[in-house]
């Protein structure tokens, strides 16, 4: 079961909104830690990593932006970033430091818990079963050994990065829409955020292609979607 030893660090500032995200989670069965501040945040997560962490962009001191690249630095851990708006450069700038989904407050606890579990299911399964290694040009994917080569040198992807890539070389050459991407990928079987897909897309060519503003692999359809281009 999903819910079994997972454990959750929730980082929020306003207590009340905390204690209620802790016990909607506790009522899925999950063990939650709470941090109040950024930097107290870092520190747990240091000393014991988490499953997944839930963290808030507007923290006093160090900021949600600053704690998301500083345990995206040291983990590839699922990440969702919570934001009191819907604001396109709140949200593009938490994708962009490393999380995986973001919410918009206030947000329904059944929400929160179904983001969690698709996190959760993707991280821990993979939905293809055995593919052999697909080598494009200088880039190899090998989706049975979670691993990613360029010119023979390892690529460290997060958890989404490589999913993205893994559905994408799962058949080169065909147009992945945004909607597909958003199932497949963060498991959403709901009309779900085409951010989310489009700044992965950025953040992945930042490391598999030479030249991110030209890629040659991880290519656009215009008005269509994503490929790799074979």
Known sequence: MLGVGTRILTVEDDGRIRQAVKLALEDEGWEVDEAETGETAMEQFKAQESDVVLIDIMLPGVDGFEVCRSIRRISDVPI????????????????????????????????????????????????????????????????????????????????????????????????????????????????????????????????VESDPSSPRYVVTSRGLGYKLQP
């Open 80 to 207: 969702i970033m919570v934001t009191a708006r819907n604001d396109t450069h709140d949200v593009v700038a938490g994708l962009e430091a490393g999380a995986d989904d973001y919410l918009t407050k206030p947000f329904a606890p059944k929400e929160l818990s179904a983001r969690i579990r698709a996190l959760l299911r993707r991280s821990r399964t993979s939905e293809h079963g055995s593919m052999e290694r697909i080598v494009v040009g200088d880039l190899e994917v090998s989706p049975d050994e979670g691993l990613v080569l360029k010119n023979g040198e390892e690529l460290h992807l997060t958890k989404t990065e490589f999913k993205l890539l893994v559905e994408l070389a799962s058949q080169p050459g065909k147009v992945f829409s945004r909607e597909v991407l958003l199932e497949r990928v963060w498991g959403y079987d709901y009309f779900g955020d085409g951010r989310l897909v489009d700044v992965h897309v950025r953040r992945l060519r930042t490391k």
